[in-house]
């Protein structure tokens, strides 16, 4: 499903360093795109030059829909824990009911990276393996399933 790379699109390809303010290093700011997600399948790379072998986590990700309620206007939907120096594709639940799947996503790099290489495909294939599509693909296939036993089931007792 996720092998034709014609179905990823790089979206999100930036780089940011930590400011240097009297030998202390701030924290690196989060990495924000004004960008729009529409499917719900993402792949993450993160990366930093200045790492030590021994870290594992880069930051966390997070994503925010626009929502009717409340007054904020947003409110966060996953939060993904972004591992170093490893791909990783995650599938976001899919709120059959909000409508619209439009989302978009927030990295907080860790507080003692120095640099950070945030890169995110976007999965644009036909099949999204959407929770709810799941669920209705299984109940379908339960059904026909069901449907060929009862008429064995009826064929036998005809016979009987």
Excluded: C
């Excluded at 409110?75 to 170093?84: D, T, W």
């Excluded at 036993?149 to 009987?160: C, E, F």
């Amino acid at each position: 499903m996720y092998s034709n790379s014609i179905d990823w699109k790089l979206v999100i390809n930036q780089s940011r360093t930590a400011v240097v303010k009297v030998n202390k290093s701030q924290p690196i700011s989060a990495i924000e795109p004004d960008i729009v997600f529409t499917h719900n399948t993402i792949a993450i790379y993160a990366t930093s030059i200045t790492a030590k072998p021994n870290w594992y986590k880069a930051g966390n990700l997070y994503q925010a829909f626009t929502v009717p309620f409340g007054t904020a206007g947003a409110a966060q939907g996953e939060s993904i824990s972004v591992v170093l120096n490893r791909y990783t594709i995650h599938r976001f639940t899919v709120f059959p009911d909000m409508g619209d799947t439009k989302y978009v996503i927030s990295f907080a790099p860790q507080t003692y990276l120095k640099d950070i290489k945030l890169q995110v495909w976007e999965y644009t294939g036909i099949n999204q393996g959407a929770t709810l599509d799941s669920l209705e693909t299984l109940a379908k296939a339960n059904l026909q399933r069901s449907a060929g036993l009862q008429t064995s089931i009826n064929k036998l007792l005809k016979k009987g």
